[in-house]
């Protein structure tokens, strides 16, 4: 019984023992793995050092100019020299980026990934992309600049004459109102001319006997007034089909006795004029397309091709509804004779000799609708042909 007891306590003991050493054998393992791992990293292969980096060059604005090399790979602690070259027009300002200064060219050593910027920037002088105008907003009044070989100064309107005009520099000028007015012999070249600023161009080119040169490429975008901006400019007829005329309000007289042109105006848009009063008066050689012109802001027609005698476009369809002038309009245009029954004038309030003199007129017209004339105006159609029957039904609307 005594051996039994004490093989029995000795069992439990050691189950006791096993026991408690499962613990620490675990705690051994998990040492000898932490061991193990720190162990593999300390043995882990380092990453190879780099031996070339992207370099990326750019220009800045990139129709500035051009930069050379170009991005790409360099080989680590290359040399390398970039060449910023402008453009015409432009100049090189400096570096930015990863590399600075303004040298040009300038020199630095690939030791890492680079972004790197070539800035241009205008010159004071330069030529529009139109490769015509003369551009100088930025310089000062009196500077000067060199434009293919030539000299050409900054000038107010004051300083202009028709002797400096061909290298003068216009960049900022608002109002040229008068500034040709009766400059009998002068035909000079400004085609160059800024004119993007100007506002008022009335009576600019007025009786300028001899002046047809090129304007094709101004930017009249912001003119306001027009008024008799070519009347009595006898020998004009220039193209000036691209002008930008949206602005304009004022067209009175632009072209009157301006006996030689006839040029094409289809593209024109008049949508904001309000007066056209005398605008071909006298332009006997016009006969251009104006079908599709807005007249929707017109006011006034008064006069608008009196004597212009080889007019006889078709403005069937033009919307003359908030017209209230149309006194002397075809007064001796001796070739006119389209249908212009379905204009709208019912606003009108003064027809004054409108078909006087138009030897060729005969269109019937009496659907019109005219209750502001009570009574047909004084010599509404004397000397024309058109019948009695052709005309309004004086203050009916049809």
């Not at 310089?139 to 003068?168: F, H, L, M, S, W």
Request: hydrophobic share 35%; aromatic share 12%.
């Amino acid at each position: 019984m005594a051996y039994f007891n004490s093989t029995m306590s000795n069992k439990i003991n050691m189950k006791r023992l096993q026991n408690n050493f499962k613990p620490l054998l675990f705690l051994v393992l998990a040492g000898f793995a932490f061991t193990s791992c720190n162990s593999d990293d300390d043995n882990s292969p380092t990453s190879p050092e780099p031996t070339s980096y992207q370099v990326s060059i750019n220009a800045s604005p990139s129709n500035g100019g051009t930069v050379s090399p170009q991005s790409g790979e360099f080989e680590k602690d290359q040399v390398i020299n970039i060449t910023a070259t402008p453009v015409q027009g432009w100049e090189f300002k400096e570096w930015q980026g990863d590399v600075t200064g303004i040298d040009n060219p300038i020199q630095f050593a690939v030791n890492a990934t680079k972004n790197i910027t070539a800035v241009f920037e205008r010159d004071l002088f330069y030529l529009a992309d139109n490769g015509v105008t003369i551009m100088a907003p930025n310089a000062a009044v009196g500077g000067t600049g060199v434009i293919n070989g030539i000299t050409y100064t900054k000038r107010t309107v004051d300083q202009i004459t028709p002797e400096n005009a061909e290298t003068t520099c216009t960049s900022g000028i608002t109002d040229m109102s008068n500034l040709f007015n009766a400059a009998n012999t002068f035909n000079g070249d400004i085609s160059h001319w800024d004119v993007s600023t100007v506002t008022n161009m009335n009576n600019m080119f007025q009786s300028t006997d001899v002046f047809n040169a090129d304007l094709s490429n101004w930017d009249v975008s912001s003119v306001t007034n027009m008024g008799t901006l070519f009347n009595n400019a006898l020998v004009f007829n220039s193209d000036l089909s691209n002008w930008d005329v949206s602005s304009v309000t004022v067209m009175n007289g632009v072209f009157g006795a301006a006996t030689s042109f006839n040029a094409d105006l289809s593209n024109w848009d008049v949508s904001n004029v309000t007066t056209m009063r005398s605008m071909f008066n006298g332009a006997s050689s016009f006969n251009s397309d104006l079908h599709s012109w807005d007249m929707s802001s017109v006011t006034n027609t008064g006069w608008m091709f009196f004597n212009a005698s080889s007019f006889n476009g078709d403005i069937t369809d033009w919307n003359v509804s908030n017209v209230t002038a149309m006194d002397f309009m075809f007064n001796e245009a001796s070739n006119f004779n389209r249908d212009i029954s379905n204009w709208n004038v019912g606003n009108v309030t003064n027809m004054l000799r409108m078909f006087a003199d138009a030897t060729s007129f005969n269109q019937n017209i009496s659907g019109w609708c005219v209750t502001n004339l009570t009574s047909e105006p004084n010599d509404f159609a004397s000397g024309s042909p058109l019948s009695s029957s052709n005309k309004p039904i004086w203050g009916t609307c049809p």
